[in-house]
């Protein structure tokens, strides 16, 4: 169900949200925490709705969604309201906010947060530069960025340790989770010689490459080379070496190891909404996402 509120106010929309439980049956009890979306407008909200839609069938959740229009327009505020089959495991408020309304986010979302749960922020898009001092990010505990679509994603990416606050993370960490299990699987396989040197090659656009390599540097204490061509990650044992490969966009990556026959595994992007599930699992702070960011600053880039 889908309901429509143009130029309302935050108690019109409790009022009807109230009402529309009562005649549904949707119920608040057993929602784990409440997701706030920052969207920079109105066409950015529906994909963004659409991942939290799919990551509340795991996290059963309030999502409120903050849809960014014209400050210098007339201030006014639409709202919609989703509950049922259109909002997944979730009920989803959309709050367009018009003029002043822009300027006085957290004021919105206030009274929509559900009590004694957990708030988590994120912005798809446009995230602050300090998300924990942002005035949405400091209701929140979990606190979720995405440097793959900022306008240089690489100096986005480089730029999270100097606002890093325990709770941030950033879905290109998410996005090589597999890569990080792949390779962690690989080295602990003998022979157990340090690892010597490390390559990651990919996209200059690709923010994920860049954590990755911060992670291997932070972890494995050896130069660490980032590089600008085929997509693939080499590590360099003083008899072994090891590689991960996959073009740019497939599906399939190629495990090849000194000495053995190659392997290949299932190893696609992953979707946004894969991530966001993954970060919604912990509300903790993630200390090795921290490490990894540190990590960046001891990568030479070619």
């Known amino acids: 169900m889908i309901v429509d509120m143009p130029e309302t106010t935050t108690q019109a929309v409790n009022k009807r949200l109230v009402s529309l439980r009562e005649s549904s049956g949707v119920v608040t009890v057993g929602r784990v925490l409440t997701l706030v979306v920052c969207t920079l407008d109105s066409s950015e909200a529906e994909d963004a709705i659409a991942a939290a839609n799919d990551a ?10 903050l849809a960014r229009g014209d400050r210098f327009a007339e201030t006014k505020l639409d709202a919609q309201i989703r509950v049922g ?3 997944g495991a979730a009920e989803v408020i959309v709050l367009r906010l018009q003029g002043e309304l822009v300027n006085h986010e957290s004021s919105m979302v206030i009274p929509f947060l559900l009590a004694d749960t957990p708030v988590v922020a994120w912005w798809p898009r446009g995230a602050p530069q300090f998300p924990s001092q942002d005035s949405v990010g400091r209701l929140a505990i979990r606190r979720i960025t995405d440097a793959t679509f900022a306008p240089d994603p690489q100096a986005a990416i480089k730029k999270r340790l100097e606002s890093y606050a325990a709770g941030d993370s950033d879905l290109a960490w998410s996005r090589v989770t597999y890569w990080r299990a792949l390779l962690a699987a690989a080295l602990d396989e003998p022979p157990f010689e340090p690892v010597q040197s490390v390559t990651v090659s990919g996209l200059r656009e690709e923010p994920a490459l860049d954590i990755l390599a911060g992670w291997l540097a932070s972890r494995l204490g050896c130069p660490v080379v980032r590089r600008t061509g085929e997509l693939k990650v080499e590590l360099h044992r003083p008899s072994v070496s090891v ?8 599906r399939t990556a190629t495990l090849t190891r000194t000495g053995e026959p190659d392997q290949r595994f299932a190893l696609a992007r992953r979707e946004t909404t894969d991530c966001l599930s993954e970060e919604l699992r912990r509300l903790d702070a993630d200390d090795v996402y921290a490490e990894a960011l540190a990590g960046i600053a001891k990568v030479t880039y070619e």
């Open 56 to 65: 509340s069938r795991e996290h059963p959740c309030r999502v409120i969604v």
């Open 85 to 87: 089959g259109d909002a």
């Open 243 to 250: 590689g991960i490969t996959r073009p740019q966009t497939g």
